[in-house]
């Protein structure tokens, strides 16, 4: 397969960059603060001063950035994507982002000649270093074709959905409901600990039960220690509840408990915990509560 660009160097975009290149793979890559990619260089990387740099050389672009401000920018500013966008080039965008931005995205990238797919992911570091994630494609059908070696090594399992927005839309769904878990994981824990019971035994029991998941099992043992090494940072899981919750407001899908959850991440950011992982949310229920474990 042709050689890969990759814009942004974060926590997932990182990961995933470094997993493309140990499956042999070509890759130029960008982070707007360039000595981020010193580590990719390592493992064999080339660094390109600008997206449009990037998609110059590449015939297929990634894009793993942090929100909707950050994917736009990335295209639409001075030596950005759209620059060397172009027919022949493909642009996939696998962050999180709505599904306006998405097509905002697709019509500029489109109306040069090139090709479009949003592919925003399920899974964190973890499954980015693994190459684990679930892709959730949506937009040009052949450029999906075409990166399916990149995504068969990126993921476990590729769904394509469509028209662009859908795999927005999907992702949106997903994080909205693991947030909402989250809330009420840590609101179940606290209650155990009240109560005299012991959290590790409740995290056996829920392991053991038709709620069993890998979210609880993994990230259970760590919020008793109150430990949130990020993995998926707590302002981004935030601005996913917002967006869903903008979703659910643009089809008049009633979402109390999405709402609920929102507000408790949004307390988390209030308190400092915004850089630390998804799960500090915990420290919200009663807060100043320490776990008697």
Not at 181 to 195: P, Y
């Amino acid at each position: 397969m042709e050689e890969i660009g990759f814009l942004g160097m974060g926590i997932m975009g990182k990961a995933m960059a470094i997993n493309l290149l140990r499956h042999g793979f070509k890759v130029t890559v960008w982070n707007r603060t360039l000595s981020r990619c010193d580590e990719l260089v390592q493992h064999g990387a080339s660094v390109g001063e600008t997206p449009a740099a990037v998609v110059k050389k590449c015939k297929y672009t990634i894009a793993m950035l942090s929100d909707p401000a950050a994917a736009l920018s990335v295209v639409f500013d001075k030596d950005g994507a759209l620059e060397q966008l172009c027919g022949g080039k493909g642009y996939i965008d696998m962050s999180t982002v709505d599904a306006d931005t998405s097509s905002k995205i697709s019509e500029a990238i489109t109306s040069k000649g090139g090709s479009f797919l949003e592919g925003p992911v399920s899974g964190s570091k973890k499954p980015a270093e693994d190459g684990q994630l679930v892709i959730l494609a949506a937009g040009d059908k052949a450029l999906y074709d075409h990166v399916l070696p990149a995504f068969d090594v990126l993921g476990k399992k590729s769904f394509f959905l469509g028209q662009v927005g859908n795999g927005a839309k999907m992702k949106l769904v997903v994080n909205m409901v693991m947030g909402s878990m989250m809330n009420a994981f840590s609101e179940g824990i606290v209650l155990a600990d009240k109560s005299g019971l012991d959290p590790h035994t409740l995290l056996d029991v829920l392991d053991l039960g038709a709620i069993a998941n890998p979210m609880f099992k993994m990230k259970g043992p760590a919020m008793i220690k109150h430990s949130y090494p990020p993995a998926f940072p707590l302002k981004h899981q935030q601005k996913d509840m917002r967006l869903a919750l903008a979703l659910g407001d643009e089809n008049a899908v009633p979402m109390p408990v999405a709402a609920a959850a929102n507000e408790a991440f949004k307390k988390a950011r209030s308190l400092g915990l915004g850089d630390h992982d998804f799960s500090a949310v915990f420290e919200t229920v009663g807060k100043g509560a320490q776990s008697s474990t």
